[in-house]
């Protein structure tokens, strides 16, 4: 039987962390804000959103919510980014995605100032990850890293494998274990072979976005398994992307879903947001 990796618990003493570090900054006259925009209905993304508004009150922050209509153009966007680009008590932008389809999410992204992008999305905090001297930490990949080392689990020399190749999950996630001396594989859609490649796994991801799609048949005897998955049923449950009844008997260590790796997303969010404020005011 597998060890629960609870991120409910991980994600509240990394929160604890920030906001006991946000009161000391206040008593300096500092009080960190996030700026969060959601364009149009999506319901997954309003719940996510809700979440961040939750977790800022929480750590003493001020928040900021631009819920747009749907129909905003791109210039509309644009403009609202460049006001908060400017605006002294905004110090972390983040626009939800994914956005209405008529709007264009890379240029959203570029024009986020970097010292805003609490996302870590723009360009220059991409590349800054890929060197390994970053500024701010991607959410989601970061949040897993935490994970790990709350666990004591090694990754020096380990064999892992992400499988997702998305901007903001898979590729920054198999830099931070590439960061750590994992030997690290990444895995798509025309990846030959899934199950062998996973079965390799000492540690394996799940960022694919399919309800139930690793199964007992992809993982080795023992190895951790992370689900960044978050996908709704049709009967409204929400389930990640690993068949946890399946896979939870071979595994040594699983997160689950709810309460996994979604906790720890937003628990990093608000430590790059603090991160932010600090940089911002030159601490
Ligand atoms: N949509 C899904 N995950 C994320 C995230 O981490 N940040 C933003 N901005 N949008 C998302």
């Not at 979440?51 to 791109?74: I, R």
């Not at 008590?89 to 983040?94: D, E, F, K, P, Q």
């Not at 997303?265 to 601490?283: F, G, H, P, S, Y």
């Amino acid at each position: 039987m597998a060890k629960l990796i609870d991120g409910k618990v991980i994600s509240a003493a990394v929160k604890a962390e920030v906001a006991a570090e946000t009161e000391e900054l206040k008593k300096q006259g500092i009080t960190p804000g996030l700026a969060v925009i959601i364009v149009g209905e999506d319901p997954a993304s309003k719940v996510y959103v809700a979440n961040k508004e939750k977790a800022c009150q929480q750590m003493g922050f001020a928040s900021f919510k631009y819920a747009l209509p749907a129909e905003t153009t791109q210039e509309e966007l644009l403009e609202l980014v460049k006001k908060l680009n400017e605006d002294p008590a905004v110090h972390g932008i983040l626009c939800q995605l994914p956005l209405p389809r008529h709007l264009d999410e890379e240029s959203v992204i570029n024009t986020i100032v970097p010292e805003k992008d609490v996302d870590a999305f723009h360009p220059q905090n991409v590349g800054k990850i890929m060197i390994g001297n970053y500024d701010f930490l991607p959410c989601t990949p970061a949040g897993v890293m935490e994970m790990l080392k709350y666990e004591n689990i090694d990754v020096n020399g380990k064999e892992c494998v992400v499988i997702g190749r998305s901007n903001i999950v898979g590729k920054p996630m198999a830099m931070l274990l590439l960061h750590k001396n994992g030997t690290v594989t990444i895995c798509h859609s025309r990846t030959k072979d899934l199950a062998e490649v996973c079965r390799r796994a000492d540690i394996l991801v799940a960022a694919v976005g399919r309800a139930n799609f690793v199964t007992a048949d992809m993982v080795k005897e023992g190895a951790v398994v992370i689900d960044v998955g978050i996908n709704r049923l049709e009967n409204g449950k929400l389930c990640g992307d690993v068949n946890f009844a399946e896979v939870e008997p071979k595994a040594s260590y699983i997160t689950p879903v709810p309460g996994g790796v979604g906790p720890m997303t937003i628990a990093t969010l608000m430590k790059n947001t603090l991160t932010a404020a600090k940089k911002q005011n030159n601490l």
